[in-house]
């Protein structure tokens, strides 16, 4: 599969949860399109990855993302919550950090001395996202995922273990502490899961196009200009399938 064939799946396995996220609970039977979405996130995060190891310029990568996040912001919010402004920001707000986090640790890790701290930039992103009191959509699994992977590329086992670890964190941590809390006596205190807690394991389907991914770009037009405006079209994508769905559905 090529980067285009992911962008693709990437961009329909979205819309299909955004459109479920509206009408599963009116119509429960379309609950199993939020359970496909969860491919969306993990496939976007691993092509900002890719990305990032094939662009020709970083800072003009990191700038597009974050303009994108600029102009998405009311369509997301409209969509989310109805309103124009709420402290809610969008994934691509998300995208941004896990690009940075990778980028840091990327140049730290080429340094004779540095590359002994180089997870420090994902750790600090990781905490400012954690602490923030501003909600970042998906939050501190677009940091996690990316790490992932950045540093288990070609490394399938590592890649989906990381990638459930990722998704699970949290409950893995609230897991750890009630075994502690056992170990004292202080009893066991632990919350089952809940069903969309579970559903969240469908996240590993997302691992079957990123093996399969061939390391080519695709078939994009010759023209460079109709080339870059075929990219950019993925991107404005999210903000218009929101705006789309939100007038549609009101």
Request: proline residues 6%.
């Amino acid at each position: 599969m090529s980067a285009l064939t992911l962008r693709i799946i990437a961009c329909v396995s979205m819309l299909l949860d955004h459109i479920g996220y509206l009408l599963a609970g009116r119509y429960p039977f379309l609950m199993p399109l939020r359970w496909i979405g969860r491919i969306a996130f993990p496939l976007y995060v691993f092509l900002i990855v890719n990305g990032f190891r094939h662009t020709h310029s970083r800072p003009k990568y990191a700038l597009r993302l974050a303009v994108f996040a600029v102009l998405s912001q009311i369509p997301f919010t409209l969509f989310c919550d109805h309103r124009v402004f709420y402290p809610h920001l969008n994934v691509f707000f998300t995208l941004l950090c896990a690009l940075l986090a990778v980028w840091g640790t990327d140049v730290l890790r080429k340094g004779r001395f540095t590359k002994y701290v180089c997870p420090l930039p994902a750790l600090l992103l990781f905490a400012a996202m954690y602490y923030s009191p501003v909600r970042i959509d998906y939050g501190t699994k677009g940091v996690l995922l990316a790490m992932v992977f950045y540093l288990f590329d070609g490394k399938p086992v590592l890649t989906a273990v990381g990638l459930l670890g990722s998704v699970y964190y949290s409950r893995l941590l609230s897991l750890a502490f009630a075994l502690l809390n056992l170990l004292r006596g202080r009893g066991f205190a632990f919350a089952p899961f809940t069903a969309w807690e579970l559903a969240q394991s469908c996240s590993l389907l997302a691992l079957v196009p990123i093996f399969l991914y061939n390391g080519t770009p695709g078939k994009l037009p010759k023209n460079p200009s109709a080339a870059k405006c075929t990219r950019l079209a993925f991107y404005a994508f999210y903000p218009l399938h929101l705006l789309l769905l939100y007038f549609l559905l009101k």
